[in-house]
């Protein structure tokens, strides 16, 4: 009969400790794939960041994922990145603007390359990577030259699905530890994507989550457990592929230590498969003889001593005991139920007793930055703020059984305060002494938002007596100011007339100067001529003359006549010209003209000055592009770029080119270019060029307003646009389209452009 009831006991032991097993194995392999699957849902909830975007920049995502606050609360990953899809043509571009992307790092990265470097259609470059640290030799790296990795994106890419790496080694980990990413495609906005070559077609990128497996099942397996479980995990291959050899990812034994445990039990082994990112996971599960599954052989032995006292009993503690177990596995059910319930919601739910926490779910766990079971055993006030020890427990019970309500502010493990909204009450309505379940709920963002509230209406308030005080000066001010505008008003009328009379002056000097040659070869050859005919009379008065001489008088004359007419055409020329500039920027009426005509004419003008800076001008102007416009204006303009730019673009040279040239944008409007090869501008002068009253040369002959005048004509009075672009060392280009028929100015014309037109 002992023997029996020895046996008996060892029976129902056997199992109790076979159910324990069973329901640990179940726990680990469900807190698994539900750690897992919170991972996952953080990738599909920054794949809807971008699905809503559009395009998301480096400081975006970083200041999501920190938003998220992922290394307090799920610590077991290694890096959040973000893998850029990069045709080849356009890998060194994207690699030059990764380096210059200073909107996280303040220097940019400059020393960011793709690696390896490989030949290929299509790159996967990993182009941000949060942390950073520890993780910089993954920054940069080509997915496409790793085929374990290339197979997992292209999976990805044509199911639109979170798909897992099998078991890699991280470039990041020098320790060759098990790894794997799970990835999921990002694709560009309004696409479809409705079948795998439209997915491709739209695929952008993946944002991947990595891991270490150790670390990530450190997180979930209490590492107690494993003193007497042991836990293998294997990879088993693509969900869609024939069931390959097994990889393995994780063993217990090297990760905990197997030192002082005891024998595998050989009836306490089982498998369970869990589906991570398309990929089967195999876990394998052992039970190890000692204080988990062991036998109690004490109990035994005494139960075996006390067996003849106790038979009369044993059919009656059989029956209690079938109803003990099965109330317990539906308690144990049950409970099991109720702490997953508790551990999936986003409050803190937490169970206090004499200034103690005896237990608490991982929400509160998380939301205060501990880890799991760090908060089981330590007092209330370890979430207090200093200030708040020397009060009373805010967590103590009602005597009344009373629900209690209350907003206070915690403390996290790292210091950082929390405000929190806070529901209580007893275990026990009839006994506080059993303690308080408080039901904790993060409030922080909507103190921020009231602060912020205050702080606005504050500030408000302040705005609003300024503006009252500020209000009493308005009109003054506004008198003021109409008095300095006009000040200001015939101040630039001076000054733009004194521009004008100088480019004026300037042109006389040069037509002045360009007159000179071809009169002075009429005077010089009209005196020779005097002198051969004087000449020729003294001969033919002797009567003396010859044939031979009368010939060579003749040709003498015709050659005299051929350069006096030549020299005074030029100079009709030069006179032509300048009378038709001259009437052009003094009436500056509306009328039909040909560009060429005008180009030519102000080229003319300015010819002298031209030669003696030593600059070349080259004209490609095509003839027949007729204006119906302000000739007077395109050649003030004209004037004043090559004013500027003798002034400005050749200085410490010896000479130049100048470049005008024309051609026709469309049918109502033409493109007139004036560029030089002279020393440029820098980025301050280029932004500052049309600004009245600029010029680096002021007080050395620049007035600050030759460039603002172009602009104005050009916008006002011409209708067109310029735009300018020059860089130090490359010379300047100026572009200005001009419409080839501008309308006569109405009679409320603004003050402005008649202004311009005295100009």
Not at 72 to 83: C, H, K, L, S, T
Not at 322 to 346: F, K, N, P, Y
Not at 447 to 459: I, T
Request: glycine share 10%.
């Amino acid at each position: 009969m002992t023997v029996w009831i020895a046996l008996l006991v060892m029976d129902v032991q056997d199992r109790q400790i076979s159910s324990n097993f069973q329901r640990d194995s179940d726990k680990i392999a469900r807190d698994t794939s539900v750690r897992l699957q919170t991972y996952f849902d953080i990738l599909l909830g920054i794949k809807g960041l971008y699905a809503i975007n559009g395009e998301v920049d480096r400081a975006q995502l970083a200041r999501f994922i920190a938003e998220l606050k992922l290394k307090r609360r799920y610590p077991g990953f290694q890096a959040i990145q973000f893998v850029r899809r990069v045709p080849a043509a356009q890998l060194e571009a994207f690699a030059d603007s990764v380096r210059a992307d200073a909107s996280v790092a303040p220097g940019g990265y400059p020393q960011f390359r793709v690696h390896p470097a490989q030949a290929a259609e299509e790159h996967y470059v990993i182009a941000f990577s949060d942390p950073m640290d520890g993780n910089e030799s993954a920054f940069g790296l080509d997915l496409a030259a790793l085929p374990a990795h290339l197979r997992a994106l292209e999976q990805g890419r044509d199911s639109g699905e979170i798909v897992a790496t099998g078991r890699v080694a991280l470039v990041q980990d020098a320790s060759g530890q098990a790894g794997f990413v799970a990835r999921v495609p990002i694709y560009a906005k309004d696409l479809p994507l409705d079948t795998p070559a439209q997915r491709r077609a739209a695929l952008t990128g993946f944002v991947a989550i990595v891991f270490r497996v150790k670390h990530l099942m450190a997180e979930v397996v209490d590492g107690r457990i494993l003193a007497d479980l042991g836990l293998r995990i294997a990879d088993r291959g693509h969900r869609g592929d024939a069931i390959g050899p097994a990889a393995p990812l994780y063993d217990s034994a090297a990760a905990a230590g197997a030192a002082g445990r005891g024998a595998a039990l050989p009836l306490l082994t089982t498998r369970a498969n869990i589906d991570v990112g398309q990929r089967r996971w195999e876990l394998t599960f052992t039970g190890y003889d000692g204080k988990r599954y062991g036998r109690k052989r004490g109990v035994i032995a005494l139960i075996g001593a006390a067996g003849l006292l106790i038979s009369g009993l044993i059919a009656a503690l059989m029956r209690t005991a079938q109803r003990r177990r099965a109330l317990a596995g539906q308690l144990r059910v049950t409970l099991d139920e109720q702490r997953a319930i508790q551990d999936s919601a986003i409050v803190g739910i937490g169970l206090f007793r004499a200034g103690v926490i005896l237990h608490c779910n991982r929400g509160l766990e998380e939301m205060m930055g501990y880890g799991p079971g760090e908060l089981n055993g330590l007092p209330s006030s370890a979430l207090l703020p200093r200030a708040a020890l020397a009060q009373a427990d805010p967590f103590s019970c009602d005597a009344s059984g009373q629900r209690l309500r209350s907003e206070l502010q915690l403390v996290c493990k790292d210091g950082a305060p929390l405000w929190c909204m806070s529901n209580g009450r007893a275990l026990d309505a009839a006994d506080a002494a059993k303690g308080c379940i408080w039901v904790i709920h993060d409030v922080s963002d909507r103190k921020r938002a009231e602060a912020a509230l205050q702080d606005a209406r504050h500030g408000l308030e302040h705005s609003l007596a300024e503006l009252e005080q500020q209000t009493a000066k308005v009109e003054d001010a506004r008198h003021d100011m109409t008095q300095v505008l006009a000040t200001l008003r015939q101040a630039q009328t001076n000054l733009i007339t004194s521009e004008k009379m100088a480019s004026l002056g300037s042109l006389v000097a040069g037509i002045a100067h360009e007159l000179n040659t071809p009169i002075g070869n009429s005077l010089l050859t009209a005196t020779a001529l005097q002198e051969i005919v004087e000449e020729f009379e003294r001969g033919f008065a002797a009567g003396g003359v010859k044939r031979s001489t009368l010939l060579a008088y003749l040709a003498d004359c015709r050659q005299a006549c051929s350069i006096m007419t030549a020299s005074l055409a030029r100079a009709a020329e030069l006179i032509t010209s300048f009378k038709q500039v001259a009437v052009d920027q003094t009436s500056d009426r509306r009328r039909p003209f040909a560009l060429d005509d005008v180009l030519h004419d102000t080229l003319a003008t300015y010819a002298a000055q031209l030669r003696r800076a030593n600059v070349q001008v080259r004209l490609e102007a095509p003839r027949g592009l007729r204006f119906v416009s302000y000739p007077g204006s395109v050649g003030q303009v004209l004037a004043n770029l090559l004013n500027n730019a003798l002034l400005h673009a050749f200085e410490g040279r010896a000479g130049g080119l100048i470049t005008i040239s024309a051609r026709a944008v469309d049918g109502a409007r033409v493109a007139l270019v004036f560029s030089d090869d002279g020393v440029g501008m820098a980025p301050k002068t280029l932004h500052q060029v049309f600004d009245p009253f600029f010029s680096t040369k002021m007080g050395q002959g620049g007035s600050g307003l030759g460039m603002n005048i172009v602009y104005n004509i050009v916008t006002g009075m011409l209708r067109g646009e310029i735009a300018i672009d020059s860089a130090p060392g490359s010379g300047t280009r100026i572009t200005l389209t001009l419409p080839t028929s501008v309308p006569e100015p109405g009679p409320d014309a603004s003050e402005d452009l008649l202004l311009l037109q005295r100009a």
